[in-house]
C-alpha cells in the first residue's frame, strides 16, 4: 500500500525528448536514488516544497508578514531559511507574483487523464504518446497503474522513464503490461562508484534490466547520462557496453550532460557538488564516448 498521495511537479506537453513523436510528460515526485547530477533536484523529496525564483521576485514583503517560523527574509537573497521552515505553504499563497511557488501537487485519476487526453490528436499525427518520469515514477505503481489503464483504453502510446531500481514482480503486475517502451537508466557500472555517486548500489537495477531485456527486448531502451568524470569515463562506458553486448541488447541512449539542474537545486535551497561542470560537454567528448557503443543503434529522441 503506497504511504503518500503521489505528487507531480510538472506536466510537460509537446515534449520532444521524452520517448518517439510529440508527448505529454507527467513528472512525479520522490526518488529512491540521490544522484549528485540530478537534473531535477525538485523531484527527489516525495512531499511538497516550496520554490524561490528570485527573477520573479518584487519584494513585496507579503511573505515575511504571513510566515509564523519567521523563515522568511527580504534581507536574505535565497529568501527562505530552509532550516526554519515547516514547508506549510503560507508564503506561497500570500506572494502576489511568482517568486515564490508550491512544488508538487496531487491530481485524481479522472483529471489528469482529462489533461492528457487533450492533446490525443498530436500523439496520434506524431506516434507520440505519454511518458511518466520523475523522480522515480515506480515509487507509485498503484497511482501509474490506473493512468496506465486509462490511457490504453484512449489508444494512447505510454512510455516510462525509470532508474530500474524498484521490485521486480511489482512492475511486471502492474506497471509492464501497459506499457509501450520502457526508458531504463544505467549510470554506473561499478557497485562502489553507484552508491558513491547515487546512493544504492546498482544489483538490483541490473537484474531488473535482465529480466526486462528477457520479457521485452524490443520494448526496452538503456540509457547513461554523460556525466563529465563520474560517469562519462571510458573505463565505465566500456562496461556498459560490454553488459549490453552480454544482454544482447541493440539499442540504447546516451545522454548528454545537462547542467541546468544547478539553477534548479539553487531555487529550493540546495547546494551543487563541486564536483559537476557547469559547462555543457564538447562536441568532440560526446563523439569519443558514442564510439563506444558504435556497434548498437543510439536512440535519440
Not at 21 to 39: A, D, E, H, Y
Not at 84 to 99: E, F, N, Q, R, S
Not at 219 to 224: A, C, E, F, N
Request: overall charge positive; some cysteine; glycine content about 6%.
Amino acid at each position: 500500500m503506497e504511504k503518500r498521495r503521489p505528487l507531480i511537479f510538472d506536466i510537460k506537453r509537446h515534449a520532444l525528448e521524452d520517448g518517439p513523436g510529440i508527448r505529454s510528460t507527467v513528472f512525479l515526485k520522490g526518488c529512491n536514488l540521490n544522484c549528485i547530477w540530478c537534473q531535477n533536484p525538485e523531484s527527489i523529496d516525495p512531499s511538497p516544497e516550496i520554490g524561490f525564483y528570485p527573477k520573479s521576485c518584487i519584494k513585496s514583503g507579503e511573505c515575511v508578514k504571513v510566515c509564523k517560523k519567521n523563515a522568511c527574509s527580504l534581507e536574505n537573497p535565497l529568501r527562505i531559511d530552509r532550516e526554519k521552515c515547516d514547508k506549510c505553504g503560507d508564503c506561497v499563497k500570500a506572494c502576489p507574483g511568482l517568486g515564490l511557488r508550491q512544488i508538487g501537487h496531487f491530481y485524481p485519476i479522472e483529471e489528469l487523464v482529462s489533461i492528457l487526453i487533450r492533446d490525443k490528436v498530436f500523439y496520434e499525427v506524431s506516434n507520440g504518446g505519454v511518458t511518466f518520469s520523475g523522480g522515480e515514477p515506480t515509487l507509485h505503481m498503484d497511482y501509474v497503474s490506473l493512468l496506465l489503464r486509462s490511457l490504453k483504453k484512449e489508444g494512447i502510446h505510454t512510455a516510462i522513464q525509470t532508474n530500474g531500481f524498484f521490485d521486480w514482480f511489482e512492475f511486471k503486475e502492474k506497471l509492464l503490461p501497459w506499457l509501450d517502451l520502457i526508458m531504463f537508466d544505467v549510470k554506473l557500472f561499478d557497485p562502489k562508484q553507484h552508491l558513491k555517486y547515487t546512493g544504492q548500489k546498482n544489483d538490483i537495477i541490473l537484474e531488473n534490466l535482465a529480466e526486462l531485456v528477457k520479457e521485452r527486448p524490443e520494448d526496452v531502451i538503456p540509457r547513461t547520462p554523460l556525466i563529465p568524470d563520474i560517469t562519462a569515463t571510458t573505463e565505465n562506458l566500456k562496461a556498459i557496453s560490454k553488459l549490453y553486448k552480454d544482454l544482447n541488447i541493440k539499442q540504447c541512449a546516451l545522454l548528454p550532460y545537462n547542467p541546468t539542474g544547478f539553477s534548479k537545486a539553487e531555487n529550493i535551497g540546495k547546494k551543487v557538488s563541486s564536483m559537476l561542470s557547469r559547462h555543457m560537454m564538447k562536441p568532440e567528448e560526446e563523439k569519443k564516448y558514442k564510439e563506444i557503443f558504435s556497434w548498437a543503434e543510439l536512440i535519440k529522441f
